[in-house]
Every structure is written in C-alpha cells, then in structure tokens.
C-alpha cells in the first residue's frame, strides 16, 4: 500500500510578510524618485547653461556682424569727406540732420560729408547718453554704454521701389551726372545714373544704436536685462528686443593715428582731448568727430547672465569687460559668462590700407 504525504498549501500572505513587502516597495520608490529628480535637476541646468551660452554667442554674432558693415555708403568713396557726429536720437524730420551733404559746413563740393561709421555714448561724462534712450521701452542699464553704427542696407532697391519719406542715398557712375551722390527722401528726385548711365539704385540709409535695457518687456518690467537696439531705418525710429540675458556691455574703439589702416591703440572712450593719456601713441584730435572717424576696430566686451537662477549658487566673481570695466561679485543665484570679439571695420580701414 502506498504512502502519499499530505502538503500544506498556502492560502495567503501573512501580516508581517505584507509589512516587509511594503517596506522593500517604499525603498525602491523613494530611490527611483531621487534619480529621477537629480537627472531632471542636472538636464534643466545644463539647459540653463546651455542658453547662457548661446545667449552671448547670439549678442556678439549680432554685433559682429553690424560692426563690420558700419561706415557702408554703397559704392561711393571721396577721401575727402568730411565726416559728422548727427544724434542717433534724430527721427529724419529734418534730412539735414542726418550729417549727410554733398556740401561740407562752409558749402564747398570739394568735401562732402558723410557721418562717421561708429559712435560711442554712455561710458564718461563727457559722453551722455542720448535722451532717447531714457524712454520706458529702452530702461538702459545704469551708467549704460551705447554703440552707434552708421550705414546703408547692404543691398539697393530700383529707384522705382522706393517709397516717398524714407531716406535713400543714391550714387552715380555716369560721367554726364552733375553730383557724386544724392540723398533725400523724395523718389522723384533720385535721377543719378550708374556706369551704363541708367537710372542707378537706390540704398536705404539706417541708423543702429545698441545698449542694454534693464528689461525685455518693461511695462511692467520682467526685470530680464536684455541687448535692445534703437534703430532709425524706413524711415521709423523704433526700439526692439535682441537677446535677454545681456547684463552689461562694453566697447573698446581701435584708433588708427598714421593712417594704414591698422589700430594703433584701443581707448574706451575717443572724447579726450589727449589719447596719449590713456595709452596711444600720438595725441589725436581735440575733435570727438575726428576721433571717431579714425576708429577701424571696435572690442566688444558682453557680460551674460543666466535668465532664470541657480537654486543653491552664489555668484561672488568679478568679471573684466576691458579696460577700467570691472564688474562684480554679484552675490546672487545667477551664472554669468564674459564674451569678447574684435571686429575690424573694413569699410574705414580698408580705404587705408597702403
């Protein structure tokens, strides 16, 4: 006769085994919450660094790029021009306060005038900054600095696109014109001819101004200092946003003394009636538009900060913007980076060029 031997079967958990169970489970949970948090942390940091970054490559590449076409005028070149400081703050109510003429202030042809490529505002006294720049929308940053850049749009309209109040600078390539140049902003009167002694093109002149604001949206303020440029362009004056996250900005101008094209030395600011004082080898000219007219480079200085804080960081650096342009520590949540170029103004130094 077989035996069979008789098993127990389970029927259920017992309160202690539910108990470990559940003890085992909260562990894993609370283990798989943390990664998750510490790899979500590290992802939206490395965002934030990642826009700090781009933020100042972005306002440099803007800027670069503006640097190097100021002082373009199309096609004309007079080495004779007379050169003038107009306000960047001027609407083109009055054309001839835009310092383009083919008259000079004593009403000789033999040297028009034509503004100077660049122009600095902001960094001393002796160059406030422009009233326009004290408007709600442009809130500029305390002791703020303004880099002003004159020129043409890099590429003409038919004479026939142009549009009645906007001004325009046409050139002539025709022998049998009266005038080198014209500028207005009437299309009737653009008449000059180009080298087949058709009618020429017409390039719409423009007027840049950038600063940094206290503010990309100021009414009411976000409180996110951001690059803004005033422009004078079609005609409008207008102020617009560029990139947030622009804390301060500053501009070495590059002089060129002996005229070959090269700077011979970079000073913060051309208002002085020495350069020699602040490092260059010649004294240059009493004249603020003379100085400024000998500027080929411009070094530029962007002192970045993150849009939005770093829970648990303290900024206690000081950063250097150039010459006598030290700024910090801070002493807040925010990162912050310095990014610098130098930018050459082919349209000045390379007319100088031997």
């Not at 490529?117 to 709600?136: L, M």
């Not at 301060?248 to 090269?262: K, P, Q, S, T, V």
Request: some cysteine; glycine content about 6%.
């Amino acid at each position: 006769m077989s035996k069979h031997k008789l098993v127990a079967k389970q029927r259920g958990l017992t309160l202690l085994e539910i108990m470990i169970a559940l003890t085992l489970g909260a562990f894993m949970l609370v283990g798989i919450i943390s990664l998750m948090a510490s790899v979500s942390a590290t992802r939206t940091e490395l965002n934030r660094s990642s826009e700090l970054s781009e933020n100042g490559r972005y306002a440099i590449q803007i800027l670069t790029d503006e640097i190097s076409l100021a002082g373009y005028f199309g096609p004309y070149f007079n080495a004779s021009v007379d050169r003038t400081s107009p306000d960047p703050c001027e609407d083109g109510t009055t054309l001839a306060n835009l310092g383009i003429s083919l008259l000079d202030s004593d009403g000789d042809t033999l040297a028009p005038e034509l503004p100077t490529a660049v122009e600095g505002f902001g960094y001393s006294a002796s160059a406030a900054t422009p009233s326009c720049f004290s408007t709600t929308d442009a809130n500029i940053v305390t002791n703020g600095e303004v880099l002003v850049v004159r020129r043409v749009n890099a590429n003409s309209v038919a004479q026939a696109s142009a549009v009645d109040g906007d001004p325009y600078l046409q050139i002539s390539s025709c022998d049998t014109d009266a005038d080198a140049f014209r500028f207005g902003t009437v299309k009737a009167n653009f008449t000059l001819n180009d080298d087949d002694c058709n009618t020429a093109q017409v390039w719409p002149y423009r007027v840049s101004s950038f600063f940094v604001s206290n503010c990309d949206e100021c009414d009411p303020s976000d409180n996110i200092p951001t690059l803004k440029v005033a422009e004078y362009v079609d005609g409008e004056f207008e102020i617009s946003s560029l990139v947030e996250g622009i804390q301060d900005i500053h501009f070495e101008y590059g002089i060129d003394l002996d005229n070959n094209g090269a700077p011979d030395c970079y000073v913060p600011d051309p208002r002085v009636d020495n350069l020699t004082t602040v490092g260059c080898p010649a004294a240059g000219s009493a004249s603020d538009t003379e100085n400024f007219s000998n500027v080929v480079s411009v070094a530029v200085s962007v002192l970045v900060r993150s849009v939005t804080s770093f829970p648990g960081w303290n900024d206690d650096k000081t950063y250097d913007l150039g010459e006598a342009a030290r700024v910090g520590p801070f002493n807040d949540a925010f990162k912050r980076r310095v990014f610098r170029s130098v930018v050459l103004i082919q349209n000045v130094s390379g007319v100088r060029e031997s």
